[in-house]
């Protein structure tokens, strides 16, 4: 999973970045210091590895990971090549999904690039930077398709219309995420596309230290952004950049201690991994033995051979059957010979659907 962190300078995108992937992006209080996609790869919290790891006493553990790629502050004219341009827009492309960061904080020694905190304007202005982006694509998909669609490409001229009313759809403001596909040859014209604006967004409102213990209830800045992401079918977290930063610095038992002292249960960045599988339809199963436990990130309704085939494709070309067991069923069972005697273990088949949690040990032949 690779995850574009955008936002306007000095929202605390930077330091956001910082303190999820400890990776050093410079971070001051002025536009454009990033001046190069930073990027960093950062394991997926998940307790159920330690748990399976020391039922095996295994050798490794491995946990899924989220590649974050923090992108220089746009401003206004980004796409025409204002501020660093849009040679960092093309770094989003490659995303799977866009966290936002808005500023939902007062701070007079904080400069906010338009003069003051407004997180709607501030989401209206990167929404048309990426719209306008979108918009270029588009435009030379279009001269493309209609030197085909001359020459009788009946496939090009069916695309050329739907590309006409995407063209409007984007003039008109929207998001390619709301245009409306009529069937399977516009949904993959439409893939083959990558708009930016078709990706899934995560709003990330950054708040002040006061603002987290009532997950910026009181903040309303932040209700303005769950009001505009709930109309447009996104999630929003509440994070503090900067409390993230501090944290950065602490191991496991500091940290959690320091949350309890602020009267949360969850960092930011295990918020953000959660909205970001909720929003991507991801879960894990997992593999465990003496060698090694490790966490396997997929599609929500994959099936098994497909499953198989995260870990090598040998496994799913030659998927014979694979045996299941819940993790905690594991566990209770106090061994795997034991869950086996309980009827825990599940020969399952080619149609089996993987469930989150599921440990699995894939039989195949090649």
């Known amino acids: ?28 209080n002025y536009p454009f210091c990033t001046i190069d996609p930073n990027v960093g790869v950062v394991p997926v919290p998940d307790g159920r590895l330690k748990l399976l790891g020391d039922f095996y ?12 790629v923090d992108i220089a502050g746009l401003v206004k004219g980004a796409s025409k090549g204002e501020g660093l341009g849009n040679q960092f827009l093309a770094n ?19 400069i906010h690039v338009d003069g003051s905190v407004d997180p709607l304007r501030d989401i209206e202005t990167i929404d048309l930077e990426l719209i306008f982006a979108d918009l270029e694509v588009l435009e030379r998909r279009m001269a ?7 020459v009788g490409d009946k ?18 403001g929207k998001n390619a995420s709301s245009f409306e596909l009529l069937d399977e040859d516009e ?10 604006t078709a990706k ?11 603002d987290l213990s009532d997950d910026g209830q009181s903040n309303a800045y932040v209700q303005e952004v769950r009001k505009y992401a709930s109309e447009h079918g996104s999630e929003v977290f509440v994070i503090c950049a900067q409390i993230e930063a501090e944290m950065a610095e602490l191991d496991d038992d500091e940290k959690q201690e320091f949350l309890e002292d602020l009267g949360i249960t969850q960092s930011g960045l295990d918020k953000l991994i959660q909205a970001s599988y909720r929003t991507l339809g991801l879960m894990s199963f997992l593999t465990s033995g003496e060698d090694e436990t490790r966490a396997w990130t997929i599609r929500i309704g994959t099936k098994a051979p497909q499953a198989a085939g995260k870990i090598h494709t040998d496994f799913e070309r030659g998927f014979i059957k694979a045996e299941v067991v819940n993790y905690q069923d594991l566990l209770d069972a106090g061994s795997y010979a034991g869950a086996r005697d309980k009827g825990l273990i599940r020969v399952e088949g080619k149609d089996y659907i993987v469930q989150d949690g599921d440990v699995i040990l894939f039989r195949f032949n090649v």
């Open 57 to 68: 006493h295994s050798k490794k553990v491995t946990p899924a990971v989220v590649e974050f």
């Open 187 to 196: 949904e993959k014209s439409f893939a083959e596309i990558n708009l930016l």
């Open 144 to 150: 493309r398709t209609t030197r085909s669609a001359k």
């Open 1 to 28: 999973m690779k995850l574009g962190i955008v936002g306007l300078p000095n929202v605390g995108k930077s330091t956001l970045f910082n303190s999820l992937t400890k990776g050093g992006a410079e971070s001051a």
């Open 155 to 172: 496939a090009a001229a069916k695309e050329k219309v739907m590309l006409e009313r995407l063209k409007q759809h984007l003039e008109d």
């Open 200 to 210: 899934p967004v995560i709003y990330a409102a950054n708040v002040g230290e006061d």
């Open 92 to 110: 989003i492309r490659e995303c799977d999904a866009i966290v936002h960061v808005v500023r939902c904080f007062e701070d007079g020694n904080v």
